[in-house]
């Protein structure tokens, strides 16, 4: 059985709605009952925290409490998903000028209706780039946590058909839906609206949708949010740019930027061995946020399965290198 102490801890960070002291205080705990050598029970509790930590980092697919609202338009049940995100800024670590734009917009939309009535709009169409795995999906997460919207998540893959009008009508159900269910709306990874080759159309027609896109984004004057996200900028126009209220450019993390990332995953482990972040950092450089999360997470797993209760320094190192 967990220590009462642990028990404690569960119930308060519960309480405060602090996932992350949550999620540590549970890994312990099965990290005592593996050392225990209570196997099954630790891999229980590994699993059920992994199946929790997913669900609600998946931030509640609450598909059926959106349906009523969406039931009149059934079609696009197909190609929005809803999710109600709990994440917020504080939870990424950003590069100071993505962070800047960033709070600029939190800013904004939270004084819209000041904004208003000087006839000025809040900046809310925004075009992420850069690498994959550095922050443009979790963005959208963190925006609709920040400001308690909902986040649709556009599935391209529903909506760019074999027929041209289909595609474009389609398009245009969402951007209708806009006004009246304000949230965000992320076009993930949309360039691949111009990679549908395969499905018969050609050049011309895939021009056409995401002009189409392009020119559903310009005319749309909703209160909502929408992000187009793309790892491929090359890919895409300049003259495209201005459409957007602001072009974020997500960089790979630096090594300080490293050093945060490993340590607010880390942090609230002991190890083994003395632990300097910044210069276990430098081995991680060129890896992207992702991995380098999911390394901290190896790592976690590791003290786990061998039934310790520290990091071991080793561990680190190899799922870091391993990710490279
Ligand atoms: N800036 C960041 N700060 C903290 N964690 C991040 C950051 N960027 C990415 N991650 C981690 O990597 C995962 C994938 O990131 P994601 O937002 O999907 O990247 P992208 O959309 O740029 O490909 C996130 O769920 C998170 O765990
Ligand atoms: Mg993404």
């Known amino acids: 059985m967990a220590a009462a102490e642990q028990i404690k801890s569960l119930i308060k960070f519960f309480g405060e709605g602090d996932d992350d002291r949550f999620y540590t205080v549970a890994m312990q705990i099965a990290a005592s009952e593996a050392r225990k050598g209570h196997t099954n029970v630790a891999q229980e509790l590994k699993s059920l925290i992994e199946k929790a930590k997913s669900n609600r980092s998946q931030t509640f697919s609450d598909r059926n409490r959106t349906i009523p609202i969406l039931q009149p338009k059934r079609e696009l049940k197909d190609i929005l998903d809803v999710f109600h995100p709990k994440i917020k800024l504080k939870d990424m670590i950003l590069d100071i000028e993505v962070s800047t734009s960033l709070k600029k917009i939190i800013q904004e939309q939270e004084n819209w209706e000041t904004l208003q009535k000087f006839n000025l709009a809040p900046r809310r169409k925004l075009l992420l780039t850069g690498p994959p795995g550095c922050g443009k999906t979790m963005t959208a997460q963190a925006l609709a946590g920040e400001l308690g919207l909902p986040v649709f998540i556009v599935r391209l893959d529903g909506v760019v058909s074999k027929f041209m009008g289909e595609s474009i009508a389609k398009l245009r159900l969402i951007f209708d839906t806009m006004p009246e269910n304000r949230g965000v709306y992320l076009f993930d990874e949309f360039d691949s609206i111009g990679s549908h080759r395969d499905q018969g159309q050609d050049v011309g027609e895939i021009k056409r949708i995401l002009n189409s896109f392009l020119i559903n984004i310009e005319k749309d004057q909703s209160n909502s949010i929408i992000i187009a996200a793309t790892n491929l900028p090359e890919m895409l126009d300049k003259a495209l740019f201005r459409r957007f209220d602001d072009v974020i450019q997500y960089p790979l993390p630096t090594i300080k930027e490293i050093a945060s990332t490993l340590k607010k995953n880390l942090q609230a ?20 946020y992702s991995d380098i999360v999911r390394a901290s997470e190896d790592t976690i797993k590791e003290m786990i399965m061998g039934g310790s209760e520290k990091l071991s320094k080793k561990d680190l190192i190899k799922a870091l290198e391993k990710r490279k």
């Open 269 to 288: 482990f002991d190890f083994i061995d003395k632990i300097d972040y910044s210069n276990i950092a430098k081995i991680a450089l060129g890896l992207n």
